[in-house]
């Protein structure tokens, strides 16, 4: 371990590049002509647009950035896209600079928030930007994978900082970014500092590109023979990875030493029944799975087992290839589309890139390693047309294989321009929604003219920004309807021509938009009725986020059962199929919900409609006495425990952190209990995350990677008790039902 830099205020630049490049030595790195270039251009307060490749040390330039803000004494802005590189970065800064003087906020935590060092998702410094502008006290932001400014939901964090804070320096970083001339020149144009783009960089390691026109279980066996593994299977969906690792098990990957070395790894880690046992038989032949159905622990696991070398192959979506540092040697991509959440379309060139960038690791390699399979009917075709050889009638005789229907066509010429074309220009995202209205409203000074300005000065085209006006007037003109706003008859002190009429909280981002509705609709609850318990479990499940996939298999299931029954009724086909239609997932205080809920709307019109979901997962696992081996068992959910455990995390957060102590009762209280052991004893991970993220000593401990056992349950007296009890309740059910398997 190397000590932590410390920057005192005030070092000159001269200074702090001398002290940097020593501590930097310090760690056994030198850096690169582009990382010196790029922080020459940050010390002399330019604003810097690094697109340099994958593993071309982006972060280490963003820590010198960092380190010339502290000595300026000003507060720099970490900005990541996801909440987890978030948490990974925060830990990374604190070792870095130490725990005093990095903080973070998401929608979740906020630790130490007056730190000079802030990481922060994107929408949480957007939303800051528009509260506050250029008296936001913001000196510099880092945002990492700018291209993100180009993703149609959640583009316009990327945007707003740029538009909204002149006084703060720039650093802008992706190995992805493309054309970004009409950026630079906004962004020089606004705030009167220089724009330096640092491009012309040379891979660390330097990558290879294949088509494959062999089976993809010889193209494996290829790059095992090539002795370039590890390598990174890349599916279209989780179920086809976990199908293949099946496969691919079957291959001869480890000598006898090998398989001991992970024996000896594995041993003392706790594989729960079903997918668990399925994995650890693929680990210990040398094959992982990683995609964001598992269970974070086993995600965890097979990271740190690529990360020793110990796998030869993983199969997963491109999950892997998000953040993490695994050393992959081959990344093997099956397909070259992709469901982007409406359709099946071929994969756009940054896209490609940032997976294909994961090959080839700094320390690690000399040479990465891409291979494309060509789709399997091209691949069969291939082949018929070797076994036919040169003779020319044989050729012509050969059935050549269509795609199958459906299929979204990629070919060779796909691969090629993939592989040689230049990302796609950023595209500019900017929204404006009721949110955005009431953060600028919120900052001093007109906000009908700081709206204007946003909605007419932006990077959208002339179009675009007349489009986004209208919008802006539409919804002032509703929030002054709903007495949201209200216009002053003369501007105040701070010249605000408009108010709010309510109070929101200094950190309102609409992260959990619904969280002050559960409080409000916990009020019409009954506390005399015998659910009163459950009706507060129902409500606060209403307001968390949709986990669709376990929904519509609680729907599945209970279609099911009612066909069944349907069908023993002796009711016709035409009408058994019209009840269908009315059948869904459970939906606990649906219609009493749904009316609260509308009158609520009326005086907070920023919520859309969807928002709220009724549904039933904590409380049917409780009122069934499930476990949560039991919840995936019954809904077929193996493939998705990880979302199921995400969900229910979810929900425990929510129970011990949003209702108020009025609304408590023994009952609740034990299911509470009984919910965060039921998380713990699954899958600790999420909940250790959480509870270290909100400790003001968090970053004193540092991540230690280690997946920890789970606390013994017996020591935990209550939630004990109430897991016996709903055993032996589910028992009865079962017997009630006369379930055997359950018996069993």
């Given at each position: 371990?190397?000590d932590?830099?410390?920057?005192p205020?005030?070092?000159?630049?001269?200074?702090?590049?001398?002290?940097?490049?020593?501590?930097?030595?310090?760690?056994?790195?030198?850096?690169?002509?582009?990382?010196?270039?790029?922080?020459?251009?940050?010390?002399?307060?330019?604003h810097?647009?690094?697109?340099?490749?994958?593993?071309?040390?982006?972060?280490?330039?963003?820590?010198?950035?960092?380190?010339?803000?502290?000595?300026?004494?000003?507060?720099?802005?970490?900005?990541?896209p996801?909440?987890?590189?978030v948490?990974?970065?925060?830990?990374?800064?604190?070792a870095?600079?130490?725990?005093?003087?990095?903080?973070?906020?998401?929608?979740?935590?906020?630790?130490?928030?007056?730190?000079?060092v802030?990481?922060?998702?994107?929408?949480?410094?957007?939303?800051?930007?528009?509260?506050?502008?250029?008296?936001?006290?913001v000196?510099?932001?880092?945002?990492?994978?700018?291209?993100?400014?180009?993703?149609?939901?959640?583009?316009?964090?990327?945007?707003?900082?740029?538009?909204?804070?002149?006084?703060a320096?720039?650093?802008?970083?992706?190995a992805?970014?493309g054309?970004?001339?009409?950026i630079?020149?906004?962004?020089?144009?606004?705030?009167?500092?220089?724009?330096?783009?640092?491009?012309?960089?040379?891979?660390?390691?330097?990558?290879?590109?294949?088509?494959?026109?062999?089976?993809?279980?010889?193209?494996?066996?290829?790059?095992?023979?090539?002795?370039?593994?590890?390598?990174?299977?890349?599916?279209?969906?989780?179920?086809?990875a976990?199908?293949?690792?099946?496969?691919?098990?079957?291959?001869?990957?480890?000598?006898?030493?090998?398989?001991?070395?992970?024996?000896?790894?594995?041993?003392?880690?706790?594989?729960?029944?079903?997918?668990?046992?399925?994995?650890?038989?693929?680990?210990?032949?040398?094959?992982?799975?990683?995609?964001a159905?598992?269970?974070?622990?086993?995600?965890?696991?097979?990271?740190?087992?690529?990360?020793e070398?110990?796998?030869?192959?993983i199969?997963?979506?491109?999950?892997?290839?998000?953040?993490?540092?695994?050393?992959?040697?081959?990344?093997?991509?099956?397909?070259l589309?992709?469901?982007?959440?409406?359709?099946?379309?071929?994969?756009?060139?940054?896209?490609?890139?940032?997976?294909?960038?994961?090959?080839?690791?700094?320390?690690?390699?000399?040479?990465?390693?891409?291979?494309?399979?060509?789709?399997?009917?091209?691949?069969?075709?291939?082949?018929?047309?070797?076994?036919?050889?040169?003779?020319?009638?044989?050729?012509?005789?050969?059935?050549?294989?269509?795609?199958?229907e459906?299929?979204v066509?990629?070919?060779?010429?796909?691969?090629?321009?993939l592989?040689?074309?230049?990302?796609?220009?950023?595209?500019?995202?900017?929204?404006?929604?009721?949110?955005?209205?009431?953060?600028?409203?919120?900052?001093?000074?007109?906000?009908?003219?700081?709206?204007?300005?946003?909605?007419?000065?932006?990077?959208?085209?002339?179009?675009?920004?007349?489009?986004?006006?209208?919008?802006?007037?539409?919804?002032?003109?509703?929030?002054?309807?709903?007495?949201?706003?209200?216009?002053?008859?003369?501007?105040?002190?701070?010249?605000?021509?408009?108010?709010?009429?309510?109070?929101?909280?200094?950190?309102?981002?609409?992260?959990?938009?619904?969280?002050?509705?559960?409080?409000?609709?916990?009020?019409?609850?009954?506390?005399?009725?015998?659910?009163?318990?459950?009706?507060?479990?129902?409500?606060?499940?209403a307001?968390?986020?949709?986990?669709?996939?376990?929904?519509v298999?609680?729907?599945?299931?209970?279609?099911?059962?009612?066909?069944?029954?349907?069908?023993?009724?002796?009711i016709?086909?035409?009408?058994?199929?019209?009840?269908?239609?009315?059948?869904?997932?459970?939906?606990?205080?649906a219609?009493?919900?749904?009316?609260?809920?509308?009158?609520?709307?009326?005086?907070h019109?920023?919520?859309?409609?969807?928002?709220?979901?009724?549904?039933?997962?904590?409380?049917?696992?409780?009122?069934?006495?499930?476990?949560?081996?039991?919840?995936?068992?019954?809904?077929?959910?193996?493939?998705?425990?990880?979302?199921?455990?995400?969900y229910?995390?979810?929900?425990?957060?929510?129970?011990?952190?949003?209702?108020?102590?009025?609304?408590?009762?023994?009952?609740?209280?034990?299911?509470?209990?009984?919910?965060?052991?039921?998380?713990?004893?699954?899958?600790?991970?999420?909940?250790?995350?959480?509870?270290?993220?909100?400790?003001?000593?968090?970053?004193?401990?540092?991540?230690?990677?280690?997946?920890?056992?789970?606390?013994?349950?017996?020591?935990?007296?209550?939630?004990?008790?109430?897991?016996?009890r709903n055993?032996?309740?589910?028992?009865?059910?079962?017997?009630?039902?006369?379930d055997?398997?359950?018996?069993?």
């Amino acid at each position: 371990m190397t000590d932590p830099l410390s920057v005192p205020v005030g070092t000159d630049p001269d200074e702090l590049f001398e002290r940097f490049q020593a501590w930097t030595a310090e760690r056994g790195l030198t850096l690169y002509p582009h990382q010196e270039e790029a922080l020459l251009a940050l010390l002399g307060d330019d604003h810097v647009v690094l697109a340099t490749p994958t593993g071309s040390g982006k972060s280490l330039v963003a820590t010198g950035a960092i380190a010339h803000a502290m000595a300026k004494d000003q507060v720099a802005f970490y900005t990541a896209p996801i909440k987890a590189l978030v948490s990974e970065k925060f830990f990374d800064l604190c070792a870095i600079f130490g725990a005093d003087n990095v903080g973070m906020l998401t929608g979740d935590a906020s630790v130490n928030a007056d730190a000079p060092v802030i990481v922060c998702t994107a929408e949480v410094l957007a939303n800051l930007a528009l509260r506050e502008g250029r008296e936001a006290d913001v000196g510099l932001v880092v945002m990492d994978e700018f291209h993100y400014y180009a993703e149609p939901e959640r583009g316009w964090a990327w945007q707003v900082p740029l538009l909204e804070l002149p006084q703060a320096q720039m650093l802008l970083m992706s190995a992805t970014l493309g054309d970004t001339r009409a950026i630079e020149e906004d962004l020089a144009e606004r705030t009167g500092r220089d724009v330096v783009v640092v491009k012309d960089a040379e891979r660390p390691v330097p990558l290879t590109f294949r088509w494959a026109l062999t089976p993809l279980q010889e193209t494996i066996e290829e790059i095992l023979e090539w002795r370039r593994a590890p390598v990174y299977v890349v599916h279209q969906t989780q179920a086809n990875a976990a199908e293949h690792a099946r496969l691919v098990q079957t291959l001869k990957l480890l000598d006898k030493d090998e398989k001991q070395a992970i024996a000896d790894r594995l041993a003392g880690f706790r594989f729960s029944a079903g997918f668990g046992r399925t994995l650890g038989g693929m680990l210990r032949r040398g094959v992982g799975v990683h995609h964001a159905g598992m269970l974070p622990r086993y995600r965890r696991l097979v990271e740190q087992l690529a990360q020793e070398g110990l796998l030869k192959v993983i199969c997963g979506t491109d999950t892997l290839g998000v953040g993490i540092n695994v050393p992959i040697r081959t990344v093997l991509f099956t397909s070259l589309t992709k469901f982007d959440g409406s359709r099946h379309r071929v994969l756009r060139v940054r896209e490609f890139l940032q997976i294909a960038g994961r090959a080839g690791r700094a320390g690690y390699d000399t040479e990465g390693y891409v291979v494309v399979q060509a789709p399997e009917h091209v691949i069969d075709n291939h082949r018929a047309l070797l076994k036919a050889g040169d003779d020319e009638k044989k050729r012509k005789k050969v059935q050549r294989k269509k795609p199958p229907e459906g299929f979204v066509v990629w070919t060779e010429d796909t691969f090629t321009k993939l592989t040689t074309n230049a990302p796609e220009t950023l595209r500019s995202r900017m929204k404006v929604d009721n949110s955005t209205i009431l953060n600028v409203v919120a900052r001093p000074g007109d906000p009908v003219t700081a709206l204007s300005r946003l909605t007419r000065d932006n990077h959208e085209d002339a179009k675009g920004r007349a489009r986004l006006a209208r919008r802006a007037i539409r919804l002032g003109r509703s929030l002054l309807d709903s007495g949201v706003l209200e216009r002053l008859p003369e501007p105040d002190a701070t010249g605000r021509t408009v108010a709010l009429t309510l109070d929101l909280p200094p950190d309102f981002a609409l992260n959990q938009p619904l969280a002050p509705f559960a409080l409000a609709a916990l009020d019409l609850l009954d506390p005399d009725s015998p659910t009163h318990a459950l009706d507060v479990v129902s409500t606060v499940e209403a307001v968390l986020e949709a986990p669709m996939a376990v929904l519509v298999a609680q729907q599945h299931a209970a279609r099911g059962e009612a066909i069944a029954e349907m069908k023993a009724d002796g009711i016709e086909y035409e009408e058994r199929m019209r009840l269908l239609e009315e059948i869904t997932w459970p939906r606990p205080l649906a219609e009493e919900l749904a009316a609260a809920f509308e009158t609520y709307r009326q005086s907070h019109p920023w919520l859309p409609e969807e928002t709220l979901v009724p549904k039933s997962v904590v409380r049917l696992m409780w009122e069934e006495g499930m476990s949560f081996a039991d919840f995936v068992r019954r809904f077929t959910l193996a493939p998705r425990e990880g979302l199921v455990l995400r969900y229910l995390t979810d929900a425990y957060r929510t129970l011990t952190r949003t209702v108020p102590e009025a609304h408590s009762s023994p009952e609740l209280r034990e299911i509470v209990e009984w919910l965060g052991e039921t998380v713990r004893q699954t899958d600790s991970s999420l909940l250790d995350e959480w509870e270290a993220l909100t400790d003001s000593s968090a970053g004193t401990r540092g991540a230690t990677g280690e997946v920890r056992p789970p606390r013994p349950l017996s020591q935990q007296e209550r939630a004990f008790t109430v897991m016996i009890r709903n055993a032996m309740f589910a028992r009865v059910l079962a017997c009630a039902r006369d379930d055997l398997d359950r018996l069993v």
